[in-house]
Protein backbone atom coordinates (compact mmCIF):
# COMPACT_ATOMS: atom_id res chain seq x y z
CA UNK A 1 0.00 0.00 0.00
CA UNK A 2 1.26 3.48 -1.10
CA UNK A 3 0.99 6.82 -0.02
CA UNK A 4 0.26 9.50 -2.87
CA UNK A 5 3.95 11.48 -1.82
CA UNK A 6 5.59 8.01 -2.06
CA UNK A 7 3.97 7.63 -5.33
CA UNK A 8 4.72 10.45 -6.50
CA UNK A 9 8.30 10.32 -5.72
CA UNK A 10 8.05 6.69 -7.18
CA UNK A 11 6.77 8.01 -10.58
CA UNK A 12 9.53 10.88 -10.74
CA UNK A 13 12.26 8.17 -10.52
CA UNK A 14 10.93 5.93 -12.90
CA UNK A 15 9.25 7.74 -15.21
CA UNK A 16 10.63 6.84 -18.64
CA UNK A 17 9.73 9.89 -19.98
CA UNK A 18 11.69 12.14 -18.06
CA UNK A 19 15.25 10.64 -19.52
CA UNK A 20 14.10 13.07 -22.66
CA UNK A 21 14.29 16.17 -20.56
CA UNK A 22 17.33 15.03 -18.61
CA UNK A 23 19.12 14.49 -21.47
CA UNK A 24 18.38 17.81 -22.98
CA UNK A 25 20.05 19.58 -20.44
CA UNK A 26 23.67 17.40 -21.46
CA UNK A 27 22.72 18.43 -24.85
CA UNK A 28 22.51 22.07 -24.44
CA UNK A 29 25.71 21.79 -22.38
CA UNK A 30 27.57 20.11 -25.38
CA UNK A 31 26.21 23.11 -27.40
CA UNK A 32 27.53 25.33 -24.97
CA UNK A 33 31.11 23.91 -25.27
CA UNK A 34 31.11 24.25 -28.72
CA UNK A 35 30.19 27.64 -28.41
CA UNK A 36 33.46 28.24 -26.97
CA UNK A 37 35.55 27.08 -29.83
CA UNK A 38 36.88 28.97 -32.68
CA UNK A 39 35.64 28.43 -36.06
CA UNK A 40 37.23 25.77 -38.04
CA UNK A 41 40.44 26.35 -40.10
CA UNK A 42 40.43 26.52 -43.68
CA UNK A 43 42.75 25.48 -45.94
CA UNK A 44 43.24 26.43 -49.51
CA UNK A 45 45.21 24.72 -52.30
CA UNK A 46 47.12 26.30 -55.19
CA UNK A 47 48.01 24.63 -58.82
CA UNK A 48 49.59 26.14 -62.06
CA UNK A 49 52.47 26.61 -64.89
CA UNK A 50 54.81 28.87 -64.54
CA UNK A 51 56.51 30.80 -67.11
CA UNK A 52 59.63 32.64 -67.47
CA UNK A 53 60.58 35.17 -70.54
CA UNK A 54 63.58 37.23 -71.11
CA UNK A 55 62.61 41.30 -70.27
CA UNK A 56 63.97 42.62 -73.39
CA UNK A 57 63.38 40.23 -76.43
CA UNK A 58 60.17 38.31 -74.69
CA UNK A 59 62.22 34.99 -75.41
CA UNK A 60 61.34 32.16 -73.14
CA UNK A 61 63.51 31.37 -70.56
CA UNK A 62 61.91 28.56 -68.91
CA UNK A 63 58.55 26.98 -67.62
CA UNK A 64 57.44 25.03 -64.26
CA UNK A 65 54.58 23.79 -62.27
CA UNK A 66 53.84 26.41 -59.09
CA UNK A 67 51.97 25.28 -56.50
CA UNK A 68 50.95 27.26 -53.14
CA UNK A 69 49.08 26.14 -49.69
CA UNK A 70 47.42 28.44 -47.01
CA UNK A 71 46.06 27.62 -43.63
CA UNK A 72 43.43 30.55 -42.94
CA UNK A 73 41.76 30.70 -39.36
CA UNK A 74 38.51 32.79 -39.04
CA UNK A 75 38.50 34.84 -35.94
CA UNK A 76 36.05 36.40 -33.59
CA UNK A 77 36.62 39.70 -33.59
CA UNK A 78 33.14 41.17 -32.98
CA UNK A 79 32.33 39.08 -30.06
CA UNK A 80 30.47 36.29 -31.47
CA UNK A 81 32.06 34.08 -29.36
CA UNK A 82 30.53 35.20 -26.27
CA UNK A 83 27.62 36.06 -27.88
CA UNK A 84 27.40 32.39 -29.13
CA UNK A 85 28.23 31.01 -25.11
CA UNK A 86 25.65 33.52 -24.08
CA UNK A 87 22.78 32.05 -26.07
CA UNK A 88 23.88 28.55 -25.27
CA UNK A 89 23.79 29.37 -21.57
CA UNK A 90 19.86 30.69 -22.36
CA UNK A 91 19.30 27.23 -24.30
CA UNK A 92 20.70 25.01 -20.98
CA UNK A 93 18.23 27.55 -18.72
CA UNK A 94 15.66 26.58 -20.79
CA UNK A 95 15.99 22.57 -20.62
CA UNK A 96 16.26 23.25 -16.97
CA UNK A 97 13.04 24.89 -16.69
CA UNK A 98 11.51 22.12 -19.14
CA UNK A 99 12.67 19.05 -16.74
CA UNK A 100 11.56 21.43 -13.95
CA UNK A 101 8.00 21.95 -15.46
CA UNK A 102 7.76 17.96 -16.50
CA UNK A 103 8.26 17.24 -12.74
CA UNK A 104 5.89 19.30 -11.01
CA UNK A 105 3.50 18.20 -13.96
CA UNK A 106 4.26 14.41 -13.53
CA UNK A 107 3.75 15.07 -9.50
CA UNK A 108 0.76 17.07 -9.82
CA UNK A 109 -0.84 14.13 -12.14
CA UNK A 110 0.62 11.57 -9.89
CA UNK A 111 -1.02 13.07 -6.89
CA UNK A 112 -4.86 13.48 -8.34
CA UNK A 113 -4.62 10.41 -9.95
CA UNK A 114 -3.60 8.82 -6.74
CA UNK A 115 -6.82 10.32 -5.08
CA UNK A 116 -8.79 9.37 -7.66
CA UNK A 117 -7.80 5.90 -7.85
CA UNK A 118 -9.06 6.37 -3.74
CA UNK A 119 -11.70 7.84 -4.06
CA UNK A 120 -12.67 5.11 -6.92
CA UNK A 121 -12.00 2.31 -4.99
CA UNK A 122 -13.98 3.90 -1.70
CA UNK A 123 -16.73 4.15 -3.59
CA UNK A 124 -16.65 0.38 -5.15
CA UNK A 125 -15.99 -0.97 -1.96
CA UNK A 126 -19.32 1.10 -0.20
CA UNK A 127 -21.49 0.38 -3.32
CA UNK A 128 -20.89 -3.70 -3.52
CA UNK A 129 -21.20 -3.61 0.45
CA UNK A 130 -24.72 -2.01 0.41
CA UNK A 131 -25.57 -4.49 -2.53
CA UNK A 132 -24.63 -7.91 -0.64
CA UNK A 133 -26.69 -6.31 2.57
CA UNK A 134 -29.92 -5.46 0.17
CA UNK A 135 -29.57 -8.77 -1.37
CA UNK A 136 -29.36 -10.61 2.23
CA UNK A 137 -32.39 -8.93 3.14
CA UNK A 138 -34.37 -9.58 0.14
CA UNK A 139 -34.09 -13.26 0.72
CA UNK A 140 -34.65 -12.79 4.65
CA UNK A 141 -38.31 -10.68 2.99
CA UNK A 142 -39.22 -13.55 0.69
CA UNK A 143 -39.05 -16.28 3.69
CA UNK A 144 -41.12 -13.90 6.02
CA UNK A 145 -44.59 -14.55 3.67
CA UNK A 146 -43.98 -16.34 0.96
CA UNK A 147 -47.89 -15.23 0.13
CA UNK A 148 -47.85 -11.93 0.70
CA UNK A 149 -47.77 -9.53 -1.65
CA UNK A 150 -46.36 -6.60 0.14
CA UNK A 151 -43.06 -8.78 0.97
CA UNK A 152 -42.73 -9.82 -2.74
CA UNK A 153 -43.04 -6.09 -3.60
CA UNK A 154 -40.46 -5.11 -0.71
CA UNK A 155 -38.18 -8.11 -1.90
CA UNK A 156 -38.45 -6.74 -5.54
CA UNK A 157 -37.53 -3.22 -4.40
CA UNK A 158 -34.45 -4.57 -2.24
CA UNK A 159 -33.47 -6.49 -5.21
CA UNK A 160 -33.68 -3.60 -7.51
CA UNK A 161 -31.99 -0.93 -5.40
CA UNK A 162 -29.16 -4.02 -4.61
CA UNK A 163 -28.22 -3.79 -8.99
CA UNK A 164 -28.41 -0.22 -8.43
CA UNK A 165 -25.96 -0.59 -5.99
CA UNK A 166 -23.77 -2.82 -8.06
CA UNK A 167 -24.08 -1.10 -11.26
CA UNK A 168 -22.43 1.85 -9.17
CA UNK A 169 -19.67 -0.32 -8.40
CA UNK A 170 -19.12 -2.14 -11.36
CA UNK A 171 -18.81 1.48 -12.69
CA UNK A 172 -16.31 2.84 -9.96
CA UNK A 173 -14.20 -0.85 -10.58
CA UNK A 174 -13.70 0.56 -14.54
CA UNK A 175 -12.59 3.87 -13.50
CA UNK A 176 -10.20 2.57 -11.13
CA UNK A 177 -8.83 0.19 -13.59
CA UNK A 178 -8.58 3.22 -16.05
CA UNK A 179 -7.06 5.12 -13.31
CA UNK A 180 -4.68 2.29 -12.40
CA UNK A 181 -3.35 1.57 -16.15
CA UNK A 182 -2.00 5.30 -16.32
CA UNK A 183 -0.20 5.22 -13.15
CA UNK A 184 1.65 1.87 -14.41
CA UNK A 185 2.45 3.80 -17.58
CA UNK A 186 3.64 6.65 -15.61
CA UNK A 187 6.00 4.33 -13.34
CA UNK A 188 6.79 2.34 -16.44
CA UNK A 189 5.51 -1.03 -15.05
CA UNK A 190 3.30 -3.70 -16.72
CA UNK A 191 -0.12 -2.20 -16.81
CA UNK A 192 -1.71 -4.90 -14.98
CA UNK A 193 0.53 -4.34 -11.57
CA UNK A 194 -1.84 -3.83 -8.66
CA UNK A 195 -1.85 -0.66 -7.01
CA UNK A 196 -3.21 0.40 -3.37
CA UNK A 197 -3.83 4.00 -2.15
CA UNK A 198 -3.28 4.41 2.10
CA UNK A 199 -5.95 6.70 2.87
CA UNK A 200 -4.70 10.21 2.40
CA UNK A 201 -4.62 12.90 4.00
CA UNK A 202 -6.27 16.06 2.54
CA UNK A 203 -5.26 19.57 3.75
CA UNK A 204 -6.70 22.40 2.45
CA UNK A 205 -5.30 25.39 3.57
CA UNK A 206 -6.27 28.85 2.95
CA UNK A 207 -4.82 31.51 0.77
CA UNK A 208 -3.26 34.51 0.05
CA UNK A 209 -5.29 37.51 -2.20
CA UNK A 210 -5.17 37.20 -5.83
CA UNK A 211 -3.57 39.57 -6.57
CA UNK A 212 -0.71 38.59 -4.79
CA UNK A 213 -0.66 35.10 -5.99
CA UNK A 214 -1.34 36.11 -9.97
CA UNK A 215 2.04 38.42 -8.89
CA UNK A 216 3.93 34.62 -7.71
CA UNK A 217 2.89 33.01 -10.46
CA UNK A 218 3.93 35.80 -12.75
CA UNK A 219 7.43 35.44 -11.33
CA UNK A 220 7.41 31.50 -11.39
CA UNK A 221 5.31 29.98 -13.87
CA UNK A 222 7.21 27.58 -15.83
CA UNK A 223 5.64 29.43 -19.02
CA UNK A 224 6.38 33.05 -18.75
CA UNK A 225 10.44 32.02 -17.25
CA UNK A 226 10.94 29.70 -20.53
CA UNK A 227 9.08 32.65 -22.65
CA UNK A 228 11.42 35.11 -20.28
CA UNK A 229 14.38 33.03 -21.21
CA UNK A 230 13.64 32.70 -24.92
CA UNK A 231 13.36 36.26 -25.35
CA UNK A 232 16.66 37.52 -23.31
CA UNK A 233 18.34 34.35 -25.69
CA UNK A 234 16.31 36.49 -29.07
CA UNK A 235 18.04 40.00 -27.91
CA UNK A 236 21.12 37.74 -28.06
CA UNK A 237 20.48 36.64 -31.59
CA UNK A 238 19.47 40.27 -32.57
CA UNK A 239 22.66 41.23 -31.07
CA UNK A 240 24.24 38.46 -32.61
CA UNK A 241 22.54 39.54 -35.89
CA UNK A 242 23.96 42.87 -36.04
CA UNK A 243 27.88 41.73 -35.90
CA UNK A 244 27.29 40.40 -38.97
CA UNK A 245 27.94 43.37 -40.22
CA UNK A 246 31.28 44.16 -38.75
CA UNK A 247 33.89 42.24 -41.27
CA UNK A 248 34.82 38.70 -40.85
CA UNK A 249 38.81 38.37 -40.90
CA UNK A 250 40.93 35.42 -41.22
CA UNK A 251 44.37 34.97 -41.13
CA UNK A 252 46.94 31.94 -41.38
CA UNK A 253 50.45 31.33 -42.67
CA UNK A 254 50.92 30.50 -46.71
CA UNK A 255 53.42 29.17 -48.80
CA UNK A 256 54.29 29.52 -52.70
CA UNK A 257 56.55 27.87 -54.66
CA UNK A 258 57.65 27.69 -58.31
CA UNK A 259 60.28 26.12 -60.79
CA UNK A 260 60.99 27.00 -64.36
CA UNK A 261 64.72 28.19 -64.81
CA UNK A 262 65.07 28.14 -61.53
CA UNK A 263 63.49 27.63 -58.08
CA UNK A 264 61.52 30.31 -56.00
CA UNK A 265 59.53 29.80 -52.66
CA UNK A 266 57.50 32.51 -51.24
CA UNK A 267 56.25 32.34 -47.61
CA UNK A 268 54.87 34.78 -45.32
CA UNK A 269 50.68 35.56 -43.48
CA UNK A 270 47.91 36.17 -45.62
CA UNK A 271 45.42 38.55 -43.83
CA UNK A 272 41.62 38.19 -45.38
CA UNK A 273 38.52 40.21 -44.66
CA UNK A 274 34.70 40.83 -46.14
CA UNK A 275 33.87 44.08 -47.48
CA UNK A 276 30.12 44.92 -46.38
CA UNK A 277 29.42 46.90 -49.20
CA UNK A 278 26.01 45.79 -50.13
CA UNK A 279 24.26 45.69 -46.39
CA UNK A 280 23.47 42.24 -47.34
CA UNK A 281 23.19 41.59 -43.42
CA UNK A 282 20.38 43.92 -42.73
CA UNK A 283 17.22 41.14 -43.93
CA UNK A 284 19.37 38.74 -41.07
CA UNK A 285 19.25 41.55 -38.37
CA UNK A 286 15.29 42.60 -39.40
CA UNK A 287 14.33 38.69 -39.18
CA UNK A 288 15.67 38.72 -35.60
CA UNK A 289 14.02 41.67 -34.63
CA UNK A 290 10.70 40.26 -35.88
CA UNK A 291 11.06 37.22 -33.64
CA UNK A 292 11.67 39.45 -30.71
CA UNK A 293 8.54 41.28 -30.77
CA UNK A 294 6.98 38.42 -31.60
CA UNK A 295 8.40 36.89 -28.12
CA UNK A 296 7.33 40.32 -26.48
CA UNK A 297 3.54 39.66 -27.40
CA UNK A 298 3.52 36.09 -26.48
CA UNK A 299 4.98 37.32 -22.87
CA UNK A 300 2.22 39.51 -23.05
CA UNK A 301 -0.15 37.16 -24.07
CA UNK A 302 1.31 34.33 -20.85
CA UNK A 303 1.00 36.71 -18.34
CA UNK A 304 -2.73 37.64 -19.08
CA UNK A 305 -3.76 33.75 -19.29
CA UNK A 306 -1.64 32.79 -16.13
CA UNK A 307 -3.34 35.64 -13.92
CA UNK A 308 -6.92 34.71 -15.47
CA UNK A 309 -6.14 31.44 -14.36
CA UNK A 310 -4.72 32.01 -10.99
CA UNK A 311 -8.04 33.71 -10.41
CA UNK A 312 -10.47 30.90 -11.56
CA UNK A 313 -8.59 28.26 -9.87
CA UNK A 314 -8.55 30.10 -6.62
CA UNK A 315 -12.07 30.98 -6.75
CA UNK A 316 -13.05 27.47 -7.81
CA UNK A 317 -10.62 26.25 -4.84
CA UNK A 318 -12.00 28.46 -2.13
CA UNK A 319 -15.88 27.42 -3.22
CA UNK A 320 -15.17 23.80 -2.44
CA UNK A 321 -13.39 24.31 0.66
CA UNK A 322 -15.53 26.35 2.07
CA UNK A 323 -18.13 23.88 1.37
CA UNK A 324 -16.45 21.00 2.97
CA UNK A 325 -15.83 23.49 5.99
CA UNK A 326 -19.19 23.06 6.69
CA UNK A 327 -19.26 19.43 6.42
CA UNK A 328 -17.92 17.26 9.38
CA UNK A 329 -14.73 15.65 9.02
CA UNK A 330 -16.31 12.70 10.08
CA UNK A 331 -19.12 12.66 7.60
CA UNK A 332 -17.91 9.66 5.95
CA UNK A 333 -18.09 7.48 9.24
CA UNK A 334 -21.10 8.66 10.36
CA UNK A 335 -22.77 8.23 7.30
CA UNK A 336 -22.10 4.77 7.06
CA UNK A 337 -23.08 3.83 10.49
CA UNK A 338 -26.26 5.22 9.75
CA UNK A 339 -26.61 2.73 6.67
CA UNK A 340 -25.70 -0.07 9.35
CA UNK A 341 -28.17 1.32 11.58
CA UNK A 342 -30.92 1.12 9.06
CA UNK A 343 -30.13 -2.77 7.98
CA UNK A 344 -30.57 -3.68 11.38
CA UNK A 345 -33.92 -1.35 12.07
CA UNK A 346 -35.05 -3.01 9.19
CA UNK A 347 -34.32 -6.23 10.00
CA UNK A 348 -35.83 -5.74 13.23
CA UNK A 349 -39.13 -4.19 11.34
CA UNK A 350 -38.77 -0.87 12.93
CA UNK A 351 -38.41 1.13 9.88
CA UNK A 352 -40.44 0.54 6.30
CA UNK A 353 -38.30 -0.52 3.22
CA UNK A 354 -38.50 2.93 1.97
CA UNK A 355 -36.84 4.23 4.70
CA UNK A 356 -33.80 1.75 4.34
CA UNK A 357 -33.53 1.77 0.78
CA UNK A 358 -33.41 5.67 0.68
CA UNK A 359 -30.88 5.61 3.35
CA UNK A 360 -28.87 3.62 1.41
CA UNK A 361 -28.64 5.76 -1.02
CA UNK A 362 -28.25 8.79 0.55
CA UNK A 363 -25.28 7.33 1.89
CA UNK A 364 -23.54 6.09 -1.15
CA UNK A 365 -24.41 9.93 -2.74
CA UNK A 366 -23.32 11.23 0.57
CA UNK A 367 -19.84 9.35 -0.09
CA UNK A 368 -19.32 10.21 -3.72
CA UNK A 369 -20.05 13.78 -3.05
CA UNK A 370 -17.27 14.35 -0.02
CA UNK A 371 -15.02 12.02 -2.14
CA UNK A 372 -15.48 14.36 -5.07
CA UNK A 373 -15.23 17.23 -3.62
CA UNK A 374 -12.15 16.94 -1.95
CA UNK A 375 -10.76 15.52 -5.19
CA UNK A 376 -11.88 18.34 -6.69
CA UNK A 377 -10.50 21.09 -4.09
CA UNK A 378 -6.97 19.04 -4.50
CA UNK A 379 -7.31 19.08 -7.96
CA UNK A 380 -7.75 23.18 -7.75
CA UNK A 381 -4.68 23.15 -5.22
CA UNK A 382 -2.37 21.47 -7.54
CA UNK A 383 -3.09 23.20 -10.43
CA UNK A 384 -2.77 26.70 -8.77
CA UNK A 385 0.99 24.58 -7.54
CA UNK A 386 1.94 24.08 -11.62
CA UNK A 387 1.22 28.10 -12.27
CA UNK A 388 3.31 28.90 -9.62
CA UNK A 389 5.87 27.02 -11.16
CA UNK A 390 5.09 23.99 -8.69
CA UNK A 391 6.06 26.33 -5.81
CA UNK A 392 3.17 26.45 -2.73
CA UNK A 393 2.32 30.35 -2.22
CA UNK A 394 3.62 32.54 0.07
CA UNK A 395 2.13 32.90 3.15
CA UNK A 396 0.10 28.93 2.57
CA UNK A 397 0.59 26.17 5.34
CA UNK A 398 1.41 22.74 4.01
Do not use: C
Not at 196 to 212: D, Q
Not at 248 to 256: A, F, W
Not at 336 to 349: E, F, K, L, P, V
Request: proline letters at 4%.
Amino acid sequence: MLSIDALANIIIANNPERRFYAQQIGLAGAERDASDRLPDPEVAFEFGERRMADGLTGAPRGAGPTYGVSIMQPLDLAGRGALRRAIADRQIALARIGLAQFDAALTSRARSLGYALFAAEQKAVAARDVAVRMRALARIVEQRDPAGVASALDAAILDASAITAERNAALADSEASTISYELNQLRGVSLKTRIRIAPPVVTLPGLPSAERMAQQAGANNFEIRALRAQLQQQGLRVDLAQTARIPNVSVGPYVNHARSDSRETNFGVRLTTTLPIWNSQAAGVAQELSRQSQGEAAMIAANRRVTRQVYEQAAYYETKRRVLATWPATATEKFASAAATADNSYRQGAIPVATYVEMQRQYLDALSALLDTRREAMEAMLQLRALNGGRSFQGVSQ
